[in-house]
């Protein structure tokens, strides 16, 4: 914070002196995020794009050490190791690298990446961050060791490389099939290369990772004739090799395939710069084929198109602000258009969650589902910033996947179709209860209410057998039985609300009456969230500020947790003791005082402010509740608090994973001024904002701009106009936005304490309206 | 033949008394070969179908031990591990053994097969062969440790169990998925089982086996309704696990996948008998549902379907012999009905040699191509015995497998769609050759002539690069030379009568000249075939009796490869010095002193009269050459001298592999008395016949007789009469067959040694004409 706070004046005096215009696309750092714990990637992408091309620093990890590159890309590193073409925006746990391409310069070829602390010793390369440009859609560097300029770019189901070899010296490619993030001991299943006639390379992997036995295919091209290649099999102590294979013997085969596979492509010496084609399919060969020929063009076109698509798509907020807050907010934006990503083909064939290829009719098989994360504000951002078709996708793509599902349910946390089992909930639930709460169409919306009921009833899911006996999960049965329980309970309010909506009363009182069981697990001795036993008793012994594995909560503990009431926030502080109460707590976890208390064995916990965890999702909605309890000057202070010092237009700058641009949709909402606290209530929470004017193009194609006179010396909301009009209540509803207008924040350099205090004037909680 | 001679005569008598009507189905034993080295199973399969459900007795071997279990039963072996779905029949090296099921009755389930040795150690169950019953499409046994009886019958893609249980006792049963033929460790890359709301069981399994990564689906549904089940790894050490799946901790999970599954149903006590309908796919698992639902009904309507098919199939050929050896006949004919087998879905979709999914339009796409056996006498027999429309399915399969191939060549030792490698040659390249010289149509012959000569120019493949540029494989680049000099040769020779016929005027010269080549590899000093060096000479030392893997020859040795010209044994006699001097060399070659000569080091040496070895197929022409050398009198003895060695109605009664048909075809032929040494010469070779009466009927619906007054005391052809005119040369054509007519054998005690020893009445030489 000390560092960031001078730069972020200097730029507020070079802004306020040049023209303030929407420059979002040069305003996106990919850089940001590849430091510290953001796990961003820097490479390149197209917006929602199948391909993420960006340079893998170090894959040589195994378990614990591989959290630190779950993007493959760690800006500390001192080498990149080669360019994969699949990676997540900012997950904690992780998977992808596939298919890894690297230069090589010279006559001698080593197939085995080397030693980082040794250079030369194999085909990876140091570099300097000096050399590096990274922009949506486009990243270069320079590998110092064999002296190339690497480019990329990216369309939607493929990506580009360039590489300009040093003059008179012959040029190779290294493929390094054996090399992935996260790459446990016998994650790579099987893999394949091809050579075909017309010079075109196809392969496939299938690997056991954060999906099990996940098959992803690709199709490369070069722009130069090949004049030899290797295809290597590395692996030992085959206890049955086979049968003789032609060209059994020597490397330049027309096929391998092995558990351990190297291709070595060779080009000579060339005059102008290698152009390689790469596209993917999860799909099969002849998919990826088809992917590779159905976007045309050689580098600069795809990279003038990824660029246009980006344009496009960040044009959808026009933000004036200081230039680090807009680098900032556009990387936040940018961060949010990345995921849940194409999935399926061009021809519309994608592989399920039943690792089975099915084919999409009428819309784009998406993935990359991080639910638990995303439920909260990426997926209510993408509905103001996406066409109503992407949305739609979204939802038909979840209820595609559930009927693929072996399991009859919706995805969890899925990526290429296939379902990993990460974290808890059923948080497809209230991503499709929102998008038809908000009249988002092309989906069938009974057939939508099934999937939802389906996996709001699968007893084998994480303990919902008990918690539809008990009305909670039990602790003795199923491990973060306490965090189940009021996530649970939200997404059942969710399934009533759409159900309601749809008429379908039934269900509807059957989840309003599920939506009230985070009250089973409630203490209201100690006040906080509690994980109860199948006897009905607490477990103890109990420690609020205690974060473990397979206790009571999700990555966190009673202190983040005791906040889940999002849909029935007022009865929660009724059982906290009211509203003086409420203040007191969220005062005290804000300001709690951490010292002797270390979280470091924990992955996921950083970005503390007491115990506050902003790099953390359970933690996200924390700050607006004041608003809840009649203090919002209370959540603006809170607001100033965490923006300042969880976001910095630098590497380092996520306080937490991105966790697929939930981090960066929190600061885009937050920045706005407002935060969807309850999605499925179609209000957002009245904070603060932290632009001076802010434009939402809506996929409606009206205009609601956010315009405020904020400065570091007005950090309270004085007056809120809609449409000049004073707003007396704290939120906002969805509806008003998507009308097109203005919302207006007078901001003040005192607290007002009489804004939106009154009961009426709170945001939604279930059992007040 | 001790044993064999009296039951002769017994079975003889017999039959003089019983009406001389056609018995086809009653006749087959499929218990033949299940001893010795036949490598056939006894289980149920329906003709060419994908699926031979058969008992495996044990798959717990490692590598050679293997050998002796390649179809997974063994006639001596105490026990039964359970019935998989997938065998060869006959072949030499192995894999398969898919989904193994087995009963279980009672309250313990063993997941674990248990020790032969220790009787209830485990799933596995004794049996007395005197339980058992097998005929075509049928196989019963009782299991006498769990008391169950166990039926099996097969559809053209499916397979049915049916168990009878005994009463009072809880029905389980136990699936295997760890379970193979030929398990070499790590051989099982992945599994996976899933249990569907339906009820319907579904999986795959992807074995690093014979062919790698080979990719197979099942689906499986169940009389009695499922009261349980359990979804169970094994593995250990498993450095990834995953995330936690819905059930976990349980093993009553709606689906499972990883390196070591075992199933396991439980269906509590029945009281009628639970029928099992399993269906195969090499696409997926809807594939296999598809297939389960393309074929309707229970048990006993599938097993009326798979009897009716094989009568049907059977009746291609009325024999009327002894019962004997109408039971070696109907069974060899059985033998050669089984492959090559449909391998694509009833969608027609299939997989190819590319791992990639294809549609197959407008045939059934067919796999199971152990061509360096099969082109010899499999092949031309099933055009003689089964409709056109199968045969041209066997060369669309092979056009569209090339097109699949990542090598853009023609199967070599192919099944459900992949390559294996094994064995010599381009031996696709004769079967098409002679089903377009056969006039088989259905398939288009430019397509085909470019396959095959793609096939016979691929550099990388077995040595061709230097065959092409010095007119024979060279030894010290290529083991097994000299007998892939000589195949290529004649299979060269194939490809040049295809395009003489169809007026490629310049391949067919090519391609003839290549035909000569085996000349490059023939030593005339010593008179035995032998490998070069690339610099020329022969390597040396030389031993003709010498067998050994990477020598000059391809299982075998100089006696019996030196004569493998098919196309031009003439021209290869007169090397060899003329008449007199070739039936000396056979000669010798049958009565070679063996005494000191042990081959029990290498596989498929079996059935030696002297260095003649009839259970192998470089000797299978052999026998008929005398014809060639003048002698036809010589053929007929010597076929005697095999036929009674080497063929018996009993387990052991194959002298080797049967090969997917080739040695059955073998017997089929001979007994007829004809045999097609050269195929694509559209002649076959005379012998003389072992049965009384035969009737082909022909797929153009016309019928061929052969008829011979045989006898013990009537070795010899005295004269042969073709629609009641002497025929007086040695063979016959295609086109006398396809007529229809008679063939009349008139048997004598002394040998006719005038008859058709004229050069202008011995079978063709490509020299001669």
Same mark, same amino acid.
């Given at each position: 914070m000390a560092m960031f706070r001078p730069r972020f004046a200097a730029a507020l005096a070079l802004i306020l002196a040049a023209p303030l215009v929407a420059q979002g696309y040069d305003d996106?750092?990919?850089?940001?995020?590849?430091?510290?714990?953001?796990?961003?990637f820097p490479g390149a992408v197209s917006p929602f794009g199948m391909v993420q091309l960006s340079p893998d620093t170090d894959t040589s990890c195994v378990i614990r050490e591989c959290y630190d590159h779950a993007a493959g890309y760690r800006y500390e590193d001192p080498t990149i190791q080669g360019f994969s073409h699949t990676h997540f925006s900012g997950s904690g746990h992780s998977d992808l690298g596939d298919f890894l391409l690297m230069p090589v310069a010279g006559d001698a070829v080593p197939i085995e990446p080397g030693d980082a602390k040794k250079p030369g010793s194999g085909y990876r390369s140091r570099f300097s961050h000096d050399t590096e440009i990274a922009q949506p859609g486009y990243y270069a560097v320079t590998l110092s060791d064999p002296g190339v300029r690497a480019e990329m770019t990216a369309g939607t189901r493929i990506g580009v490389h360039r590489y300009s070899f040093p003059k008179g010296k012959a040029a190779h490619l290294v493929l390094d099939l054996r090399s992935s993030l996260y790459n446990y001991p016998g994650k790579i299943l099987w893999s394949s290369l091809r050579l075909h006639p017309d010079g075109t390379i196809t392969g496939s992997r299938e690997t056991r990772g954060w999906a099990p036995a996940r098959k992803l295919f690709f199709a490369m091209r070069f722009s130069a004739p090949l004049k030899d290649h290797a295809f290597i099999s590395t692996e030992k102590d085959v206890a049955y090799k086979g049968f003789r294979a032609p060209g059994h013997g020597t490397e330049n085969v027309a096929e391998r395939s092995g558990r351990a596979l190297v291709g070595r492509f060779d080009f000579g010496k060339l005059d102008e710069p290698l152009e390689v084609k790469v596209a993917l399919s999860s799909v099969d060969e002849a998919g990826a084929i088809a992917n590779l020929e159905s976007e045309a063009g050689g580098f600069d076109a795809v990279r003038a198109n990824a660029r246009a698509a980006w344009e496009k798509a960040l044009s959808a907020v026009e933000i004036e602000a200081p230039a680090p807050m807009r680098k900032n907010l556009y990387t936040a934006l940018y961060h949010t258009l990345l995921a849940p990503s194409v999935a399926g083909d061009a021809d519309g064939r994608y592989r399920g969650p039943d690792n089975a290829v099915h084919r999409a009719d009428g819309f784009t098989f998406r993935s990359t589902f991080s639910l638990w994360d995303t439920f909260r504000a990426e997926h209510p951002l993408l509905t103001l910033i996406q066409p109503e078709k992407t949305n739609s996708d979204f939802v038909r793509s979840l209820i595609a996947s559930r009927k693929a599902s072996p399991h009859g349910i919706l995805p969890v946390w899925q990526f290429q179709g296939q379902?990993? @089992?990460?974290?808890?909930?059923?948080?497809a639930v209230p991503v499709i209860a929102e998008a038809y709460l908000k009249g988002i169409g092309g989906f069938d919306a009974n057939e939508a209410l099934e999937a939802m009921v389906a996996s709001a009833t699968y007893a084998p899911y994480g303990g919902l057998g008990d918690y539809m006996k008990l009305g909670y999960v039990a602790i003795d049965r199923e491990p973060e039985a306490a965090s189940k329980t009021v996530e649970y309970a939200y997404d059942d309010w969710t399934i009533a609300r759409m159900a309601e909506a749809m008429g379908r009363k039934d269900i509807a009182a059957a989840f309003s009456k599920r939506a009230g069981n985070w009250r089973n697990s409630f203490d209201a001795k100690t006040g906080f969230l509690r994980a109860r036993k199948s006897d009905g008793g607490f477990r103890v012994p109990f420690d609020p500020t205690a974060i473990n594995y397979g206790s009571d909560y999700t990555e966190g503990n009673a202190w983040q947790y005791? @906040?889940?009431?999002?849909?029935?926030q007022a009865a929660l502080f009724d059982v906290m003791g009211g509203d003086a109460a409420v203040v007191k707590k969220l005062d005290e976890m804000f300001e709690f005082d951490m010292s002797g208390i270390d979280y470091s064995h924990a992955e996921d916990i950083a970005g503390l402010i007491g115990q506050y965890i902003h790099g953390n999702e359970p933690s996200h909605h924390v700050a607006y509740l004041y608003n809840y309890a009649g203090a919002p000057w209370r959540t603006q202070e809170r607001l100033k608090q965490i923006v300042d010092s969880q976001y910095k237009p630098t590497p380092d700058g996520l306080s937490g994973n991105d966790d697929l641009g939930q981090m960066s949709a929190w600061l885009m909402f937050t920045a706005l001024g407002f935060?969807?606290?309850?999605?499925?209530?179609?209000e957002y929470v009245i904070g603060r904002p932290f632009v001076e004017r802010a434009t939402l193009n809506l996929p409606n194609g009206k205009r609601f701009t956010i315009a405020a006179n904020v400065g570091e010396d007005r950090p309270y909301v004085g007056r809120v106009l809609l449409n000049g009009r004073p707003l007396t209540r704290s939120y906002l509803r969805h509806e008003e936005i998507m009308a097109g207008g203005e919302l207006r924040f007078e901001m003040q350099a005192q607290p007002n304490r009489t804004w939106a205090v009154a009961q009426a004037d709170r945001p939604y909680s279930m059992s007040r309206r």
């Open positions: 996106v750092d990919p850089f940001i995020g590849t430091g510290g714990e953001g796990h961003t379902e990993t @089992w990460t974290m808890i909930g059923y948080h005791s @906040w889940f009431v999002p849909h029935d935060y969807p606290v309850t999605p499925g209530s179609l």
